[in-house]
């Protein structure tokens, strides 16, 4: 059993730059391979990045490719996502998820656990 809890949305320009954080409690952080996904107004919830339990192999969407970054550091519990030159189409809650299951994790039904999300505009 882990809890997540994202931070660090907020309001940004076009073209501006976000860091997102994940930090995990209970369980064991490094067990977990990780992903990022958003859920925009009216939509389910899309498929981000992905990044495996140790951080050596890393997956994005064709849509963020190039311009986010997702990474973690095992020893603090944390995972985080950098996002730069964001457009109004990135503007969704952003939501952190752990899976138990080894290798490529890209469906959020095979994720087992998700924090509540942070908000993310990107309006001018």
């Not at 997956?59 to 963020?64: E, L």
């Not at 095992?74 to 290798?103: H, I, W």
């Amino acid at each position: 059993q882990v809890q997540l809890v994202e931070s660090g949305g907020g309001l940004v320009q076009p073209g501006g730059s976000l860091r997102l954080s994940c930090v995990a409690s209970g369980g064991t952080f490094n067990s977990y391979a990780m992903g990022w996904f958003r859920r925009a107004p009216g939509k389910g919830r899309e498929f981000i990045a992905h990044i495996t339990r140790s951080g050596d192999n890393t997956y994005y969407a064709d849509s963020v490719k190039g311009r986010f970054t997702v990474s973690r550091v095992n020893a603090k519990n944390t995972m985080y996502v950098q996002m730069n030159s964001l457009k109004p189409e990135d503007s969704a809650v952003y939501f952190c998820a752990a899976a138990t299951r080894p290798g490529l994790v890209v469906r959020a039904d095979d994720y087992d656990y998700w924090g509540q999300g942070t908000q993310v505009t990107v309006s001018s």
